[in-house]
């Protein structure tokens, strides 16, 4: 008897079992087909760069053309897969109109894949060609979003708060490429510095950056004093120096620093007639010069100027600019210029 019941026993522990397992692959099937009609998927789009809070390119306009990366890339994705392809159409704008025939999508349809999460990879990109005649500094801001879905098992909903890919574009001012460090084939031999009388009494700066040392004091980049500066750690910082007047042949700055090592690695020049139209000089590297070679930029050809911006591009650990001065061509310099006026140095 007591065999009987021990068979009977482990028989229907058996019977018992096998019900389980049956019951729990069709409890399994029953999960997937619950979700899917009453928690159905949510699609979104997400950057390539998803962990940087912005997408911003950089892009630089020299004399010869526009580089940079004029290319950003995104996914559509969902939030879990779905038992169906679920495909999307896309819309994309730009926040400068003139320029909305610039911008393209690698695809405006994509597909997600059944049993997938993501699709493949979308690129939006800036035509730079289409934006070299435009010579100002311009900030592009790209949207795309998910415009409708086209195709997908019942319920599947765009997100509601992750529908949106954005990047921004910021081209710099078309640069002269004129700027001219270090020995060149130019002969700057013959220039003249503004009269230091003039310097001391007419010339304003103003638009420091702010929170740099010394900002709080305009003057002493003019001053005459080799121990007063602009300074900053691991920052770039930039001034506008105010002639007084408009030279019709501005020809360059002589720019001091309290040291060869508290020289920049870059710098650029701007000019201006009226401080509100500016002319994009140029950059320039004097990492690799010392002494007078590292202070004096010249120019490649004369411009009109009241107005010049130093900015420091690429500082070092500690960047200090102590003086600055300015030069002209010598058929533009006055009686005073020459022999009234006292030349820099």
Same mark, same amino acid.
């Given at each position: 008897?007591?065999?009987?019941?021990?068979?009977?026993?482990?028989?229907?522990?058996?019977?018992?079992?096998?019900?389980?397992? *049956?019951?729990?692959?069709?409890?399994?099937?029953?999960?997937?087909?619950?979700?899917?009609?009453?928690?159905? #998927?949510?699609?979104?789009?997400? +950057?390539? /760069?998803?962990?940087?809070?912005?997408?911003?390119?950089?892009?630089?306009?020299?004399?010869?053309?526009?580089?940079?990366?004029?290319?950003?890339?995104?996914?559509?994705?969902?939030?879990?897969?779905?038992?169906?392809?679920?495909?999307?159409?896309?819309?994309?704008?730009?926040?400068?109109?003139?320029?909305?025939?610039?911008?393209?999508?690698?695809?405006?349809?994509?597909?997600?894949?059944?049993?997938?999460?993501?699709?493949?990879?979308?690129?939006?990109?800036?035509?730079?060609? +289409?934006?070299?005649?435009?010579? +100002?500094?311009?900030?592009?801001?790209?949207?795309?979003?998910?415009?409708?879905?086209?195709?997908?098992?019942?319920?599947? *909903?765009?997100?509601?708060?992750?529908?949106?890919?954005?990047?921004?574009?910021?081209?710099?001012?078309?640069?002269?490429?004129?700027?001219? %460090?270090?020995?060149?084939?130019?002969?700057?031999?013959?220039?003249?510095?503004?009269?230091?009388?003039? /310097?001391?009494?007419?010339?304003?700066?103003?638009?420091?950056?702010?929170?740099?040392?010394?900002?709080?004091?305009?003057?002493?980049?003019?001053?005459?004093?080799?121990?007063?500066?602009?300074?900053?750690?691991?920052?770039?910082?930039?001034? %506008? %120096?105010?002639?007084?007047?408009?030279? #019709?042949?501005?020809?360059?700055?002589?720019?001091?620093?309290?040291?060869?090592?508290?020289?920049? /690695?870059?710098?650029?020049?701007?000019?201006?007639?009226?401080?509100?139209?500016?002319?994009?000089?140029?950059?320039?590297?004097?990492?690799?010069?010392?002494?007078?070679?590292?202070?004096? %930029?010249?120019?490649?050809?004369?411009?009109?100027?009241?107005?010049?911006?130093?900015?420091?591009?690429? #500082?070092?650990?500690?960047?200090?600019?102590?003086?600055?001065? *300015?030069?002209?061509?010598?058929?533009?310099?006055?009686?005073?210029?020459?022999?009234?006026?006292?030349?820099?140095?």
């Amino acid at each position: 008897m007591k065999r009987y019941n021990k068979h009977w026993i482990l028989g229907l522990c058996a019977a018992t079992m096998a019900l389980g397992l *049956a019951s729990c692959k069709k409890d399994a099937d029953s999960v997937d087909t619950l979700l899917e009609r009453n928690y159905p #998927p949510r699609v979104y789009i997400q +950057a390539d /760069r998803y962990s940087v809070p912005v997408n911003s390119y950089p892009l630089l306009h020299s004399s010869t053309g526009i580089t940079g990366n004029n290319v950003g890339y995104f996914t559509v994705r969902l939030n879990r897969p779905s038992t169906q392809d679920v495909v999307v159409t896309l819309k994309s704008t730009v926040s400068n109109e003139e320029i909305a025939s610039a911008l393209t999508l690698s695809a405006t349809e994509v597909t997600i894949k059944a049993g997938q999460i993501a699709s493949e990879q979308v690129s939006a990109t800036l035509d730079l060609a +289409a934006l070299a005649t435009r010579e +100002a500094a311009e900030e592009y801001t790209v949207k795309v979003v998910i415009e409708s879905i086209k195709s997908a098992a019942s319920g599947v *909903a765009i997100s509601s708060n992750l529908n949106l890919y954005t990047a921004t574009f910021t081209k710099s001012a078309r640069s002269e490429d004129a700027l001219v %460090v270090g020995n060149s084939d130019i002969d700057f031999s013959a220039v003249n510095y503004f009269d230091m009388a003039e /310097r001391a009494s007419k010339w304003t700066v103003s638009q420091v950056t702010s929170g740099i040392d010394g900002g709080n004091d305009p003057k002493r980049v003019i001053d005459g004093n080799y121990g007063t500066d602009f300074a900053s750690n691991n920052r770039g910082f930039s001034f %506008v %120096v105010d002639f007084g007047k408009v030279v #019709p042949k501005f020809r360059g700055v002589s720019v001091y620093y309290w040291a060869d090592w508290a020289a920049p /690695r870059e710098i650029q020049l701007e000019c201006s007639v009226d401080g509100v139209k500016w002319t994009n000089l140029g950059r320039a590297d004097i990492s690799g010069l010392t002494g007078e070679n590292k202070a004096f %930029v010249g120019l490649k050809k004369a411009y009109p100027a009241r107005y010049v911006r130093y900015t420091i591009t690429k #500082p070092v650990g500690r960047t200090s600019v102590t003086e600055f001065y *300015a030069f002209e061509d010598p058929a533009e310099a006055s009686a005073d210029d020459i022999f009234g006026g006292e030349n820099q140095g």
